[in-house]
């Protein structure tokens, strides 16, 4: 798995979580499901019903943003989302480990048991199962739109138990 | 529009609503398994969650009584997509009684009729599921999926939650045409007229 490291997102850091936006908007589904929103408003659907916000690092530098949000206390689910730029590096894997990285902050820091991660259909699923045992519990059929094209939408399920 | 069916129908929710909206809430103890994730929200942050990212809402009346039966919710519009998101909420006093569902049939038909929504998807417990039996076996509803051991019982134990969906073709050709041609009046005729020429 790629190294990368999730660092507390700062305010200072919404001019890059914006460039992200921009960069692949389809793709973030959490902020842009209804178009990429102004600055204001982008700001506001950043931070609004989140949990746990990162700026994603790799060797490059920041390539990414991460969330924990819909934060469920009474049943211990939350739900996380990963956005990274287009680029050179390796989206997929890198993905993958920072999704699994948001799932343990749940698991460690935040007392949570289950963690659900939605990818659309033009994606791989974002998280690898050869390194953590991710079970799908849900394909939306034809649920996304892009590119001319209806996608699924798949949501995969991280334990807390199969973390330990 | 606000379509009237035989024995229920519906008007968009006000802020004068929000004493009936926390009463429904609470009665049902929706804090524990709805949208508000497990929090009780102060009086306040509740009448701004009752708005928030909801595309439309609408109280459902029982007209026999004339009381509210509950109400539906469409939130988390992708309209990129075309897809949003389904909540109902009933009064334990209508709770399995079909009042409430006769509700939703009108909602979905004014929903599909005046946005570009082409499926619609609903968080639906296992013990409520038994409600949507009888759409899921016609296929009007399926299960997209579910999510194991989702919500935490009072008494440690844990059970899914599934994922229904209803698609705006299979709905209109079927239920909402019925809705349309047999059940809905309106205040403004012509506009049930145009739709019903449309779904004829």
């Known amino acids: 798995m790629p190294d990368v490291e999730l660092r507390p997102f700062a305010g200072s850091d919404t001019p890059f979580a914006y460039a992200v936006a921009c960069d692949n908007d389809p793709s973030w589904i959490r902020v842009c499901a209804t178009g990429l929103p102004t600055p204001p408003e982008f700001e506001a659907r950043l931070w609004a019903d989140v949990n746990a916000l990162f700026v994603v690092h790799d060797a490059m530098g920041a390539v990414g943003v991460a969330s924990l949000y819909s934060v469920d206390h009474r049943h211990g689910t939350c739900w996380a989302d990963v956005a990274l730029l287009t680029g050179p590096h390796d989206a997929e894997q890198i993905r993958s480990s920072v999704a699994i990285g948001a799932a343990r902050h749940a698991f460690d820091r935040l007392g949570l048991r289950k963690v659900y991660v939605p990818s659309p259909g033009w994606q791989p699923p974002t998280v690898d199962t050869e390194h953590f045992p991710a079970e799908t519990e849900a394909t939306l059929t034809e649920h996304l739109f892009n590119e001319g094209m209806h996608w699924p939408m798949r949501i995969q399920a991280l334990r807390a138990e199969a973390a330990r | ?200």
């Open chain 2, 1 to 200: 529009m606000n379509l009237t069916g035989f024995h229920v129908r519906t008007r968009p929710t006000t802020p004068g609503d929000m004493p009936v909206l926390e009463a429904i809430d609470l009665e049902a103890d929706r804090t524990v398994g709805w949208r508000l994730h497990g929090e009780v929200l102060s009086p306040a942050a509740r009448a701004a969650s009752a708005w928030t990212s909801v595309l439309a809402q609408r109280l459902v009346i029982a007209t026999d009584a004339d009381e509210p039966a509950g109400y539906v919710t469409a939130y988390d519009a992708n309209l990129r997509s075309g897809t949003v998101w389904l909540a109902v909420a009933s009064t334990e006093h209508h709770r399995g009684r079909g009042t409430l569902m006769a509700g939703v049939g009108l909602f979905l038909t004014e929903l599909f009729s005046q946005y570009p929504i082409r499926r619609c998807l609903a968080e639906c417990a296992a013990e409520n599921l038994g409600f949507y039996e009888s759409v899921i076996a016609e296929g009007t509803f399926v299960v997209e999926g579910t999510f194991a051991g989702h919500h935490r019982r009072p008494d440690g134990s844990f059970t899914d939650v599934s994922l229904l969906a209803v698609e705006r073709d299979h709905w209109m050709e079927t239920w909402g045409r019925f809705v349309l041609r047999r059940v809905a009046r309106h205040d403004n005729e012509r506009n049930v007229d145009e739709l019903r020429g449309l779904y004829a």
